[in-house]
T-cell receptor, first 113, second 111 residues
């Protein structure tokens, strides 16, 4: 199956700093990518839909100015958590839309101290 | 999005078959039924999907009820590596768009 990578796999940062997470589709082009967040012992929650060359579409309750999404190419989408706080600590997962299914990245564990 | 109901947890013995049920009574006619699984501390992994007919692949089989209001994921011989959370997700059209994840079923496989 297709491969989606994320970088970094885990990151620890201080409160108030910004963190960028990259999501790459390694062997196919993805016009659409998705960003999810997962808190411990909970299911995945969709944050936003990232479309190549256009603005992202955010789900209700997700602050677009706090979670900046850029999808500048057909193989790369980035999520920047701005002015991170401890409550932003979570497991962030991206996925890329394929022709018949979604392909998920391995996830990024963010810890904000 | 169609609402799904799955048992919170199931147990299986290694080498035995496992049947994971999912109810999706509000599914629309164009929704494909996708199954993903998530191992601890990993992103979800595609397992199988189908529309009306039963489907088989190297990982599992998918049995879809005639009225499409329920489906069952079948693991023919569970292994310890199959221990994961299994999610059943109806998605509109053959092109998988955004997924709305429910709570899924946590499968425990006993040696």
């Amino acid at each position: 199956g297709a491969v989606v990578s994320q970088h970094p796999s885990r990151v620890i940062c201080k409160s108030g700093t910004s963190v960028k997470i990259e999501c790459r589709s390694l062997d196919f082009q993805a016009t659409t990518m998705f960003w999810y967040r997962q808190f411990p012992k909970q299911s995945l929650m969709l944050m936003a839909t990232s479309n190549e060359g256009s603005k992202a579409t955010y789900e209700q309750g997700v602050e677009k100015d706090k979670f900046l999404i850029n999808h500048a190419s057909l193989t790369l989408s980035t999520l920047t958590v701005t002015s991170a706080h401890p409550e932003d600590s979570s497991f962030y997962i991206c996925s890329a839309e394929g022709t018949d299914t979604q392909y998920f990245g391995p996830g990024t564990r963010l810890t904000v101290l | 999005d169609a609402k799904t109901t799955q048992p919170n947890s199931m147990e299986s013995n290694e080498e035995e078959p496992v049947h994971l049920p999912c109810n999706h009574s509000t599914i629309s006619g164009t929704d494909y039924i996708h199954w993903y699984r998530q191992l601890p501390s990993q992103g979800p992994e595609y397992v199988i999907h189908g529309l009306t007919s039963n489907v088989n692949n190297r990982m599992a089989s998918l049995a879809i009820a005639e009225d499409r209001k329920s489906s069952t994921l079948i693991l023919h011989r569970a292994t310890l590596r199959d221990a994961a959370v299994y999610y059943c997700i109806p998605q509109d059209g053959v092109n998988a768009g955004k997924s709305t994840f429910g709570d899924g079923t946590t499968l425990t496989v006993k040696p």
